[in-house]
Structures are given as structure tokens and as C-alpha cells.
């Protein structure tokens, strides 16, 4: 008898496909346009080398793949991670095409990372391994051409030292200008305020304008949030200052749940801080992994890694509204079955669009030589993901399709535009 065929798990940039082409059949996105978005524009990959404290050296791999620039310079993060590879930047830059064009800021889809754990490293390692990959990329990213800022693994200061070695990479009068070369730097180093906020700052911001548009408030909702780094941290700060309670939170040590009390953000913040994880969070009780996805919340935010959310875990999901402050958290089949019952599902192109939307913000506050105070920076973010919003609900009604299929139908509509006025030359 023959044995059971097995079928092969899809990778991510396969997952990014079937989004993209399901939403391209809604509006019959012509082939040529297909052919071109369907594949990056470059996909740059560099071995470099640097020297560890112990006097040896160490070979990394670094990746930037560059998906399309029509719309402006290339725009993504800087992933350092073990899990990096082609297939995941290849998705996640993909993602950043349509992410920005949904949010109309003039910039196209880039991601970019190197293969490494960064825990694993000293301070001055770690700043050798960014530097020497900034400078083996060379002229691949530009401010004027392909703009880099955090992500999993990275931070501020990681951004300053990029920035710092191109700019002495460059022309002597053209070092200042090279400050924009990337995004989400520190302050002082002429990043944005509220730049470190953002990303979980709009998820907020994406919840507020479904949930009120709904005839509800956030006020008393309950959210459980998987992920508590950057992303999930800051939206549960904001989610409990418009008057949300966050209920359940789950991390890679483990997962916790209040049945009473909400979970005080700025108090998990400080023991995830001092023991690296929210695993034995003395204000709420242990939770197991079932538990915590079977949470009894109205609001869930996947705020960590991709694929997350699966066929297998479904039926544990109880809330009926999820926003997805991470990357493709939810695979195609998961989402086909939680749509089919009833979950409104923010899609992460929407949701967690603030952080590009703020590093644009910074981009241009570096042309203009100007800072502007957070709350200037938090209303155009409100104001830009709100219009996001409004686009995508129209689109959603007009073609009778999923909220993912609208997002990705407003970003391809602007996209087309811009091929059909252009066209292919030479």
C-alpha cells in the first residue's frame, strides 16, 4: 500500500504569495504587473567578516532584499536573528511594498538582516557585526535609495552605528545628509520622538477606529497580547491607557493570565526587564501555552514571530477581534477558518503599518532639519492610519472581500496606477 502523501509546510514567502495573488485576482491585476510584483527587484547577499573579542574571526551572512521601488527608495528593517534566511526576508519585504503603499507614504518594500543571535555577542562584537555589514552593502542602501530601521533584534543604537559608518563611508559634504540613511536612531542621533512607540502605538490606533466604527469602546475590553518586546509592550501601554484591560500575555519563557486585577504594562515591562521574560509575573497566575490562546479576551494581538496562529489553534481562539502587530502571525488555512467563523482580523500590512509610517515621518524631519514633539508625531499617525483605515473598509465593501484581500487591493490599486502612467521603459 502506498504510504500517505505528507504535505510540506509552506514557506513564508509562498504564504506572501497566495495573499498577494488572491487579492490580485479581486482586481484583475493585469499578468505584466503580476510578473513584476510577484518576484523582489534585487536580492543582495554578503559574507563578511569580524573580529571577536578572543582575536579570532567569525564569518556572517547578511541579506537585503530590495522587492520594489516605483512608489519611492526602498524602506525595511534590519532583522539579526538565528531565524534569518532568504525565504523569510524575501516575504517580509514583499509585506513592506504593500504595507507602504497602503499607507501612502512615498516609500517602496525592502528587508534586510544577518544570521545571527545577537545575545550571543559583547557590545563591542555586536557594533563590529553591524558596521561591517553596513559597510559591505556599500552603495546598496542610500537615503535617497533604500532606507533601513529596526526590527527583531535591533535597535536604536544598532541604527546609529549604521548610520554613523555610512556616513563615513561617504563624501565629506554629503555626511549630514547621510543621517537619513536610516530610521528609528535615537533622538539625539536625529531619530523621531515616539519613533520607539510607533509600531504598537498603531496597532492601538487601528484597534480604536475598528472597535468605535463598530459601535463599541475599548474602554473595559479585554486583550491578551502574545509577544511583549517592543511591539507588544507598547500596545499594551497605549491599548490600557484608552481604558483597555490586558488580560493575558505569552512570550518565549512562558504565559501568564489575571482572571481579576489587569496586568499593569509598565509593571510587567519592569520584570521582564530585570528577568528577561514575563514568565513568573508575581500579579498573575502561570499559564500554559492552550491557556493562554484560549484566554477568555475580546481583543487578541499576535505581536511576536510568523505563523503563529495555525490550523491547530483555532478552535482554542475565543476573542473575535485580532490585530496583528507582528508579520504573517497567522497562516492562509488559519485564517480561511477564522474568518469563516466570524473573527474580524486587522491585517498586519494595516496594523502594524505605524512604524514605517513614523519612520517616514523621521525621513522627513531629517530633509527638513526639524524635530517635531510627540504630539505632533502621534496626530499624523492617528490621522494617516485612520485614512488607511477608512480605504480599506471602502475597498472591503466594494468587492465583498476580507479585510487582508481590501489592504492588499488599495496598496495594488495605487501600484497599478503608477505602472499604467509609467509604463516599462526602456
Known amino acids: 500500500m502506498a504510504s500517505e502523501r505528507v504535505k510540506t509546510p509552506r514557506s513564508l514567502f509562498e504564504t506572501a504569495v497566495v495573499q498577494f495573488e488572491r487579492a490580485a485576482d479581486v482586481i484583475s491585476l493585469p499578468d505584466q504587473t503580476r510578473n513584476i510584483l510577484r518576484s523582489p527587484k534585487n536580492e543582495v547577499i554578503v559574507n563578511f567578516p569580524v573580529e571577536m573579542d578572543s582575536g579570532e574571526v567569525e564569518i556572517f551572512r547578511g541579506y537585503r532584499i530590495q522587492h520594489s521601488n516605483i512608489l519611492g527608495p526602498f524602506k525595511g528593517g534590519m532583522r539579526f536573528s538565528p531565524q534569518v534566511d532568504l525565504d523569510e526576508v524575501k516575504a517580509l519585504a514583499t509585506w513592506m511594498t504593500w504595507k ?11 528587508k ?12 563591542r562584537e555586536l557594533q563590529g557585526i553591524v558596521r561591517r555589514f553596513t559597510h559591505a552593502l556599500g552603495t546598496n542602501i542610500g537615503p535617497e535609495h ?17 548610520m554613523d559608518t555610512y556616513a563615513n563611508s561617504s563624501k565629506e559634504f554629503d555626511r549630514h545628509s547621510s543621517r537619513r540613511v536610516v530610521t528609528g536612531k535615537t533622538v539625539e542621533c536625529g531619530g523621531s520622538i515616539g519613533r520607539d512607540k510607533a509600531t504598537g502605538q498603531g496597532v492601538a490606533f487601528v484597534l480604536q477606529h475598528h472597535v468605535e466604527g463598530q459601535g463599541r469602546s475599548l474602554i473595559g475590553a479585554k486583550v491578551a497580547i502574545q509577544g511583549f518586546g517592543n511591539v507588544g509592550e507598547h500596545t499594551a501601554r497605549v491599548l490600557s491607557g484608552m481604558g483597555a484591560h490586558v488580560m493575558a500575555v505569552a512570550d518565549h519563557t512562558g504565559a501568564i493570565i489575571s482572571t481579576g486585577t489587569p496586568i499593569d504594562p509598565e509593571q510587567l515591562w519592569a ?24 484566554a477568555d479576551v475580546d481583543i487578541l494581538v499576535p505581536a511576536a514571530l ?5 490550523v491547530d489553534r483555532v478552535d482554542l481562539i475565543n476573542a473575535h477581534v485580532m490585530a496583528e502587530g507582528a508579520n504573517g502571525p497567522t497562516t492562509p488555512e488559519a485564517e480561511e477558518k477564522l474568518t469563516a467563523g466570524g473573527m474580524e482580523i486587522l491585517p498586519d500590512v494595516l496594523a502594524n503599518a505605524g ?15 526639524q524635530q517635531w514633539d510627540l504630539p505632533k508625531v502621534d496626530e499624523k499617525l492617528r490621522n494617516l492610519m485612520w485614512q488607511a483605515c477608512d480605504q480599506v473598509e471602502d475597498r472591503r465593501r466594494y468587492y465583498g472581500c476580507t479585510r487582508r484581500d481590501a489592504a492588499y487591493v488599495v496598496a495594488l490599486e495605487r501600484l497599478q496606477a503608477v505602472y499604467d502612467q509609467r509604463g516599462i521603459w526602456p
Open 306 to 310: 510568523e505563523n503563529q496562529i495555525t
Open 100 to 110: 507602504t503603499a497602503l499607507v501612502n507614504v512615498p516609500f517602496g518594500g525592502a
Open 271 to 294: 520584570h521582564v526587564h530585570d528577568t528577561g521574560g514575563v514568565d513568573a509575573y508575581p500579579e498573575a497566575d502561570v499559564a500554559t501555552t492552550d491557556e493562554f490562546w484560549s
Open 355 to 369: 512604524g514605517v509610517a513614523v519612520s517616514y515621518f523621521e525621513w522627513v524631519q531629517n530633509k527638513m532639519s
Open 112 to 123: 534586510g538582516g544577518v544570521t545571527v543571535d545577537p545575545k550571543s555577542y559583547s557590545e
Open 146 to 162: 533604500d532606507i533601513p530601521a529596526p526590527d527583531m533584534g535591533s535597535n536604536a543604537q544598532m541604527m546609529v552605528w549604521m
